[in-house]
């Protein structure tokens, strides 16, 4: 299963990613704004997905470009019915299942009325290929807090489509 959409090249970002807020995991706040001049790649995910093993990928993505500028930031997200229930056992799973260390956030809504700020900006600015339609979606922002590209659930974290990209970014 293929999703095509076109994106929205022309947007005007009244806001960038920076300018945004999120729950950590662990119950802080993450200020974006910690995260300028970064790479980042958001990825929504879940416990109980098909793609869950994509976790493995994402901590050698972070692990290999960390030092160069790229923050992998994990969304755990129940909108499509397949997260635990509260943020400690996430946090748990990732840990015991593949040690990992990259930020995450609290277990946010990343679809819908009831999703976070971040999600309705990045359906906004660059429309409907930005709205995840499955678990392990992923958004590539550039340095300047703007989305560079999307990438369906099936690109897997380490696949030279996402790598090829990031390493141009960097």
Do not use: R
């Not at 947007?11 to 980042?40: M, P, T």
């Not at 678990?135 to 369906?152: A, D, R, S």
Request: proline share 2%; aromatic share 14%; charged share 30%.
């Amino acid at each position: 299963m293929i999703f095509f959409s076109k994106k929205n090249v022309s947007a005007d970002y009244d806001e960038v990613f920076f300018d945004f807020k999120i729950n950590s995991i662990s119950g802080e706040k993450i200020d974006l704004k910690d995260y300028k001049n970064k790479v980042v790649l958001v990825v929504n995910t879940a416990s109980y997905c098909g793609f869950t093993n994509q976790y493995s990928e994402l901590q050698l993505l972070w692990e290999k470009y960390q030092s160069d500028g790229l923050i992998v930031l994990g969304v755990p997200s129940n909108t499509f019915n397949q997260e635990k229930k509260e943020d400690a056992d996430v946090k748990e799973f990732c840990k015991v299942n593949f040690n990992i260390n990259f930020p995450m956030t609290s277990i946010t809504e990343v679809k819908g009325k009831n999703s976070h700020k971040i999600f309705k900006w990045a359906e906004k600015n660059y429309g409907k290929s930005a709205i995840p339609k499955w678990n392990f979606h992923k958004i590539l922002i550039n340095k300047e807090g703007k989305i560079e590209e999307t990438y369906n659930s099936f690109t897997k974290p380490m696949s030279k489509k996402i790598t090829s990209k990031i390493e141009s970014l960097l």
